[in-house]
């Protein structure tokens, strides 16, 4: 069996298996433990801290505590059974309550944020390969940068001399090159704003003159770069933001639960 | 109207002598000594005289007493003769690093490893003092041309060591500098005044083949010191006894093909933009007599086979390698259906080859194998899409990563980044994760030539032939003692950018360094002091590369790009 489907095997098992345990445990327990809430509570918290730990390590890599991929295995799997786990503490139903209601939204949140990133971890990549011309994220501007300032002197450099193609590069080229564009619609491969472009490019190119027509092929050219540029940007950001998301969230229920437990203490008739 | 092309002089061999300040005079002083006086300058073709080899590819050097001349594992080009006073070679125990310019090896203790926490708030590129003052058992001086380091206390030396003294006349360093292994004793000046002569292989090549007394000097150092240990250590002769491996290294012929220096000429093509060198002399030519079986010992080698109007390549191998023994077999076995060679061997760059000839193998080593270490039957033509035998990949990678690891010479490596591009998510952990462990400095770019969806990133490959380690002056760019990764002293690194020029991969860096404060360092003379820093395989750390570690997708990899088994594995994880 190859190595990751391997992984995925034992992940899956694994999680199975605690999965029907965990739920036969409940179903025993519920009822025969006084106390049960409480020990649910602290089970869930220590496998929210352990999850929490991954960031941890992150920040820890020249210490010899595992490599980080197995980390991740772990973080996936276990957030998968965390939720099971919440479910339990919850005992299936609606949370009541303003505060249980907001730690239960951040707690949905941190999950569903954490399952879009491992999709888009999955997805992104191979279609960033797929498409090719890898560039380093940080480049992009000055590479942009660039691409305008060839498109400008193409278009309408000294050498340019063609008032079709500078009216043309003002109308439709000029915003395209300014900054990043189309970034929603090259998250769902959309390539309708390239192909206008490119459209536009073509009518001139019919009616052209032989040099206009060089000017032309050059600027479509430099269109494509661009998109390329574009559409690297749009899902390599997309592959950093959510991160953005799943890690202030995952700091605010830590927050949101440290008061639950002192709430809970503090009150603790309303723990049972 | 017709393009005027450009007329210059064609580059010649000699435009370049290896001592700028190698004179007529001093060629002639060489004629007249031992033992090139007692060449028949005859027998040198007229392209490339004697004299013209003394003048061109030799130089003067001298030494100093406790200079020290070549050092144990470093990777040279070139030969010595003594001509005048003495030079020592330490036998046992052999010199410790420090000694030799280089950094003890070992892990960071605990302290440190933890001290990395809140080291990554430190200047980039920042060292302290202590961390930049040489081992005090050597010391250096400058002249003119170069540097030369020397050892401190000579009298303890001598003491603690088993050495040798070499006289005038005597000959060392040519086994390492015709087979580019790495130098197998270290040598220092004995004499005050030592002046030695340095033969650049080149020449050491021409004089061992017009000078039968040289060659056979050559050849019996050559069997005594190299072959025996190697042939006993190759699998195919592992079951013959001392007499047969005797009678083997015996017959056993060694040769080199290609250039040493194909990282320059490499380099600049592919700045250039040609990529692709077409310099690649052909050791065997498909449908030759097989006359023996080829064995890598040094470099690398194309394995390629006739398809239409050109070559595809199907393998590359590298030293340890084998190549021809399915045809031998073949026909040892099936002598009334003999089959020639069916692929093509061509070096790529250089290749140090031994050719163990075809009636040794069938008389001696093929008798001694068992049938199970015998390869199969060559059928009439192999088709291309199979692997050759005896490159031992037998899944293959597919032809493109092939030839775009061959073209980028990438197979040198022995711990290339590889990356996944289907699984990297350009997270950068990998980068931060170098820069944690290296005081907040990384030591790679995540970034460098691709195909498909693969990607080698451009951090040092520690290569299976480091030419970074060749020329620098005092050892600091080492291999590590026991791992035998790539490292550099950054105590004894002079910043002469040496190392960085000969990189074929641009994967060595040079920087400025500051001090804890951020504020440059300098010399007397107010000029920034530069040092050499590249990717370390964080030897110094626990648990392996922290690139590799931190990937939470499996996307990065350090990985020997001259097994393509493991690379096939890994790509089809």
């Known amino acids: ?272 | 109207m017709p393009a005027v092309p450009t007329i210059l002089e064609r580059p010649q061999r000699w435009d370049a002598a290896f001592g700028p300040d190698m004179t007529d005079a001093a060629a002639d002083r060489l004629l007249a000594t031992a033992p090139f006086r007692e060449m028949d300058a005859e027998k040198f073709p007229k392209r490339t005289p004697l004299r013209d080899i003394l003048r061109y590819d030799t130089r003067l050097l001298r030494f100093r007493k406790g200079e020290i001349i070549v050092r144990q594992g470093d990777y040279g080009t070139s030969a010595f003769l003594i001509l005048d006073g003495t030079a020592r070679v330490v036998l046992q125990p052999a010199l410790s690093p420090a000694s030799l310019g280089r950094q003890a090896p070992g892990k960071k203790g605990l302290w440190r490893t933890l001290a990395q926490l809140w080291n990554g708030a430190r200047p980039p590129e920042s060292f302290s003092l202590e961390q930049l003052i040489p081992s005090s058992e050597i010391g250096a001086r400058q002249d003119e041309r170069d540097v030369r380091v020397f050892l401190q206390d000579l009298p303890r030396v001598l003491d603690a060591h088993r050495t040798e003294q070499m006289r005038a006349g005597d000959f060392f360093g040519e086994i390492a500098a015709l087979s580019r292994m790495p130098r197998t004793s270290t040598i220092f000046a004995d004499s005050d005044e030592a002046e030695l002569l340095e033969i650049r292989w080149q020449g050491l090549r021409e004089l061992m083949k017009n000078d039968n007394a040289l060659r056979a000097h050559i050849n019996k150092t050559y069997r005594e010191r190299a072959l025996a240990s190697y042939l006993r250590a190759t699998p195919i002769f592992q079951r013959l006894d001392e007499a047969q491996l005797e009678r083997v290294a015996g017959a056993v012929e060694f040769s080199t093909f290609g250039d040493y220096d194909w990282s320059g000429d490499y380099k600049r093509l592919a700045q250039s933009g040609a990529v692709r060198p077409e310099k690649e002399p052909a050791i065997v030519t498909e449908g030759d007599y097989p006359n023996g079986i080829v064995l890598l010992r040094a470099g690398f080698a194309r394995v390629s086979q006739k398809t239409g109007g050109g070559e595809r390549t199907l393998n590359y191998l590298g030293a340890g390698q084998i190549f021809g023994l399915n045809e031998i077999t073949h026909n040892w076995r099936n002598p009334d259906a003999p089959v020639n060679f069916q692929f093509s061997l061509r070096a790529i760059g250089y290749a140090h080859l031994l050719v163990a000839p075809t009636r040794v193998m069938e008389e001696i080593v093929l008798p001694s194998l068992q049938k199970n270490e015998l390869p199969p039957p060559v059928k009439a033509k192999q088709s291309f899409d199979v692997d050759p035998p005896e490159t031992g990949a037998r899944e293959n990678v597919g032809a493109e990563v092939l030839e775009f690891l061959t073209e980028n010479r990438f197979f040198n490596g022995t711990a290339a980044m590889v990356i996944d591009l289907d699984r990297c998510t350009r997270c950068d952990d990998c980068v931060r994760a170098c820069a944690s462990t290296h005081d907040n400095n990384p030591r790679f770019l995540r970034h460098g030539p691709g195909v498909g969806r693969l990607m080698i990133a451009n951090a040092c490959m520690h290569c299976a032939d480091p030419v970074c380690m060749i020329g620098c002056p005092t050892g600091a760019i080492h291999r590590e003692s026991f791992g035998g990764q790539v490292v550099i002293n950054p105590a004894t690194c002079i910043g002469c950018k040496s190392c960085a020029n000969n990189c074929p991969y641009d994967a060595i860096r040079m920087v400025e360094v500051r001090d804890r404060t951020a504020e440059l360092m300098v010399d007397q003379e107010g000029k920034a002091i530069v040092k050499a820093t590249k990717c370390d395989l964080c030897v110094g750390n626990y648990g392996g590369p922290a690139c590799q570690r931190a990937c939470p997708h499996g996307a990065l990899t350090r990985m020997n790009l001259n097994n393509l088994d493991a690379l096939t594995r890994w790509l089809k994880k």
Do not use: C
Request: net charge positive.
């Open chain 1, 1 to 272: 069996m190859k190595r990751f489907r391997r992984q995925h095997f034992w992940g899956l098992a694994v999680l199975l298996v605690a999965t029907v345990a965990a739920l036969g445990l409940d179903a025993h327990f519920r009822r025969a433990l006084p106390d049960y809430a409480f020990l649910t509570g602290w089970i869930l918290l220590g496998a929210m801290l352990v999850l929490t730990l991954y960031n941890a390590r992150k920040k820890l890599p020249f210490l010899p505590i595992g490599n980080s991929e197995t980390w991740l295995q772990v973080h996936i799997y276990l957030g998968f059974f965390t939720v099971l786990l919440f479910l339990i503490h919850l005992n299936f139903r609606l949370p009541h309550g303003q505060f249980e209601i907001t730690l239960a939204w951040l707690f949905a949140l941190v999950s569903g944020s954490g399952v879009a990133g491992l999709i888009l971890s999955r997805v992104l990549p191979r279609r960033l390969a797929t498409r090719g011309g890898e560039v380093i994220y940080e480049k992009i501007p000055a590479l942009s940068h660039a691409l305008k300032a060839e498109a400008e002197n193409v278009a309408l450099g000294a050498g340019a001399r063609s008032p079709v193609i500078a009216e043309f590069y003002a109308r439709r080229l000029a915003g395209f090159f300014s900054g990043p564009q189309n970034g929603w619609l090259h998250l769902v491969e959309s390539r309708r704003p390239l192909n206008a472009l490119i459209a536009g490019l073509d009518d001139l190119r019919r009616t052209g003159s032989d040099a206009e027509r060089a000017m032309l092929e050059k600027l479509t050219t430099l269109v494509r770069q661009k998109d390329g540029l574009d559409y690297h940007r749009s899902l390599q950001l997309t592959l950093k933001l959510w991160l953005f998301v799943h890690i202030p969230l995952t700091y605010g229920l830590l927050i949101f639960t440290a008061l639950h437990v002192v709430l809970v203490f503090g009150f603790s008739g309303g723990a049972r």
